[in-house]
């Protein structure tokens, strides 16, 4: 079965001639933007190479979460979870977003005790987030069985729908003006004097003075092109759901082995809780040196594959003109072919340690592509000052996993960004240049993915 079913978005019949921003990317990211964007008046066309959410915008985990930030997000996460409150009454549809609340099991009194500090600096931030005991966590998730030293529950963290929430916020757009192109890749941009003029589609030309790249995994390739160099690596996530489950809870749980949140179907999204399997491409090689501190501090928990992606990397060709047939027009959609074994060992600890999934049963297997950054958080940026960077271009990738959850909060930065109108947090922590200025790249230890 091919990755996860998507609520439909009709694509825009006619390609504008000119408008004030294009978008690249209909992930949450470049949707959310446009949705800020088209509230300020401001003319968008959003251009998806396959279709809207298509890839890793709709094969994450869901959560939306504030626990297990990297603290240079935080302030991000903040903005973005108050976004998510209004979204679905914003836009007049379901996103899925719920603020269920999430536990975070340890079976070790060191990381019970880590798990504490983690609590008290969401205080901080008035989010009520407490550690509760082994009977507290059995008392709210009634058939746990793991033996457990106790958890970290934060009630302000929450979940949403992976498939519905990037074609929800794309109709909005619609329905405010902007407009949206699926099988729509932009091969390149038009610049004079330094500055972006349009965007060259496949189905032709958009006059404009401001575009945005939210392509994922696409983004390096997209800007390695304009000779901007953007440190980005991939690795691979698998995800299973499960048709609805009796007695199932609404919160969503952490385990040590897995990690499971209710979807609106009363089935289950469960992933394993180890990190992904990181899968080598030739950037691997070139990126080394960028990625060094990363692998440094997180080489314990990496594990590494060879695979379909390298060889792919290989033929993916690195220049082209915009009279090519680029990359993104060769490769609409990204479809991994899950890690079953890995994802079916992670569902028989479900079944052993959770009594209402013993009898749980698969619905649909999917893996997706993640885009990660030397640092593990994102790029939401302009490029005006980098090598090669040209005025009116801006950059939003990088999440790292974490993308989903901050896609919201993500889309108003970089929206304020592109009109110049004050930021709605400091954007000095996800700015392009500080890979080129000199700036220490160090990862936060212990920040969790989805």
Known sequence: MPGPQLDPVESNATLPAEVDVVIIGGGIAGVCTALELVERGKTVALCEKGEIGAEQSSRNWGWVRLTHRDPREMPLMVESVRLWKAMNDRIGDETGYRQCGVTYTVTDDKVLASEGEAAEELQK??????ILNANEVREAFPGFSLDIKGALHNPHDGRAEPQKAAPAIARAVQARGGSVHQYCAVRTLETADGKVTGAVTEKGPIKCSAV?????????LFLGNLGIELPQLRTKGTVMRTEPVADGQEQTLKSPGFAL????????????AAPSRYQLTPDSFRLFRAFL?????????ISLGLGPAFFDALRTPRRWTAKDVTPFEKSRILDPEPDRPRIDKVLDLVKRDYAPFKGAKVAQRWAGYIDVMPDIIPVISETKGVKNGIDGLFVATGFSGHGFGLGTGAGLLAADLITGRAPCVDPTPFRLHRFSDG??????????QR
Do not use: C, F, H, M
């Open 125 to 130: 931030y008035q989010i009520p987030a407490r």
């Open 212 to 220: 945005l790249v939210a392509g994922g995994v696409w983004s390096r």
């Open 261 to 272: 949140r209710k979807r609106l179907d009363g089935g289950y999204n469960i992933a394993s």
């Open 293 to 301: 501190p990363t692998l440094k501090n997180e080489w314990r928990n």
């Open 439 to 448: 700036s220490k790249i160090t990862p936060t230890l212990g920040v969790t």
